[in-house]
């Protein structure tokens, strides 16, 4: 028998935290960046890794007006949340899930027929219309219509009942290099499928094409939405983009220091021995592993702050902890450190780490996982914390 109240309690010492005011922030300086045109703030993989709830109604309340997310179930998540706004599922579905677009409300990425006649029959036997985003492909490889198909994939859409067609959209595979030659060259496949069309006195709402990179650098693809992500959240998507307005870091990630060891010359630190002290050194053990999304790539190189000073990951990174050498450093039990963030004059970005493993700082947030409790803060304090291993089941 359970006798503590576990909901939603911040029971092991590492988190992520997550600052609403540098969302609000970011959401509106995109919004006033990208002037008349519609935002589509994009919540997919958990809300990038903040979590998506609490993302979604953030950059509801700051102006988004659309939601993107890439799968049924994530639609789910935020319907279940009371998440009313509009959204689109920009990911594919097999025919056989046109049911649960319908029941969720929610707009639909189109490529293929198949799914949409499974559409249009659904949508029929609810007797509702079904909301749909033609994809066209100009050059990612994806999802969507070979651009050269489009205008004719598009006409036999238009033949099907209950299927509204309210958006066109396109990806770009590179809008934030140096290079926009390919990036211009899709914009111009676009423009040319909205000539054609139109041509076929064919009207559709909403065209988009512009991510994070393309709303920051090719005004010319904005059309009537961009569909950001990573800039909400206080990133920009590489070194190479403008910087137009201030981002406010939104993510941190945290730990207390669980456990500190001293070790002798000879003693070895972790799995596969890869550390051995050549020298008396103190070690700092740090409750939180590759398992949390924190990449076992950082064993040896990855860096922490503690109390604003640089220290480093040392040793084999464990499932669920991670050793930190501090001899140098007065680190005691319950101290924090910032595995992502800032303490005092330091900062560890997620491109930081990107940079130390290879990776992109997409992969970085996205891979911090469900077992990191998400401690949401308004004006520097604590308004919520989010954990789903202690939040209440359905069943
Ligand atoms: C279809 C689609 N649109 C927009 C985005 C947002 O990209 P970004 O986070 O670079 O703004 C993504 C994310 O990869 C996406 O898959």
């Given at each position: 028998?359970?006798?503590?109240?576990?909901?939603?309690?911040?029971?092991?010492?590492?988190?992520?935290?997550?600052?609403?005011?540098?969302?609000?922030?970011?959401?509106?300086?995109?919004?006033?960046?990208?002037g008349d045109v519609k935002l589509?703030?994009?919540?997919?993989?958990?809300?990038?890794?903040?979590?998506?709830?609490?993302m979604a109604r953030e950059v509801v309340a700051n102006g988004a007006d659309y939601l993107g997310v890439v799968m049924l179930d994530e639609a789910y998540e935020l319907r279940r949340a009371g998440l009313a706004a509009p959204m689109i599922n920009t990911g594919a579905i097999l025919a056989d899930q046109a049911?649960?677009?319908?029941?969720?409300?929610?707009?639909?990425?189109?490529?293929?027929?198949?799914?949409?006649?499974?559409?249009?029959?659904?949508?029929?036997?609810?007797?509702?219309?079904?909301?749909?985003?033609?994809?066209?492909?100009?050059?990612?490889?994806?999802?969507?219509?070979?651009?050269?198909?489009?205008?004719?994939?598009?006409?036999?859409?238009?033949?099907?009942?209950?299927?509204?067609?309210?958006?066109?959209?396109?990806?770009?595979?590179?809008s934030d290099g140096v290079d926009k030659s390919f990036a211009l060259l899709q914009i111009e496949r676009m423009k040319m499928i909205k000539r054609d069309l139109a041509a076929q006195g064919i009207r559709i709402p909403l065209w988009h094409m512009a991510n994070s990179g393309g709303a920051l650098d090719l005004p010319a693809a904005h059309f009537d939405m961009v569909r950001v992500g990573l800039l909400n959240y206080g990133y920009w998507p590489s070194f190479d983009v403008q910087q137009p307005f201030e981002l406010a870091p939104a993510m941190s990630v945290r730990?207390?220091?669980?456990?500190?060891?001293?070790?002798?010359?000879?003693?070895?630190?972790?799995?596969?021995?890869?550390?051995?002290?050549?020298?008396?050194?103190?070690?700092?053990?740090?409750?939180?592993?590759?398992?949390?999304?924190?990449?076992?790539?950082?064993?040896?190189?990855?860096?922490i702050l503690w109390h604003g000073q640089r220290a480093p990951i040392i040793g084999g990174l464990c499932?669920?902890?991670?050793?930190?050498?501090?001899?140098?450093?007065?680190?005691?039990i319950g101290d924090v450190v910032t595995l992502m963030g800032t303490d005092g004059?330091?900062?560890?970005?997620?491109?930081?780490?990107?940079?130390?493993?290879?990776?992109?700082?997409?992969?970085?947030?996205?891979?911090?996982?469900?077992?990191?409790?998400r401690v949401y803060l308004r004006d520097d304090a604590v308004i919520r914390i989010d954990n789903s291993l202690t939040a209440q089941s359905s069943s």
């Open positions: 028998m359970l006798s503590l109240d576990y909901q939603n309690k911040l029971l092991r010492p590492a988190w992520v935290e997550v600052d609403l005011d540098a969302v609000a922030h970011n959401v509106r300086a995109i919004k006033r960046h990208i589509l703030a994009v919540v997919k993989a958990n809300g990038y890794g903040l979590g998506a709830v609490m049911d649960a677009v319908i029941d969720l409300d929610i707009e639909q990425m189109i490529d293929q027929y198949d799914v949409a006649v499974a559409l249009s029959q659904a949508a029929q036997k609810a007797g509702a219309t079904a909301r749909v985003h033609f994809k066209v492909d100009t050059g990612m490889s994806r999802f969507g219509v070979h651009y050269s198909r489009a205008v004719p994939e598009m006409q036999r859409l238009l033949t099907l009942p209950n299927i509204k067609v309210v958006g066109l959209f396109s990806h770009f595979p590179m730990a207390k220091i669980v456990a500190i060891r001293d070790i002798e010359r000879g003693d070895t630190v972790g799995y596969g021995r890869k550390f051995m002290a050549t020298q008396k050194e103190r070690i700092a053990v740090l409750p939180i592993g590759y398992a949390d999304g924190y990449d076992r790539l950082l064993s040896k190189i990855g860096v499932m669920d902890a991670a050793f930190v050498k501090t001899t140098d450093l007065d680190a005691k004059e330091q900062n560890i970005s997620p491109h930081d780490i990107a940079a130390l493993i290879g990776s992109v700082s997409y992969e970085v947030m996205a891979q911090f996982g469900r077992r990191l409790p």
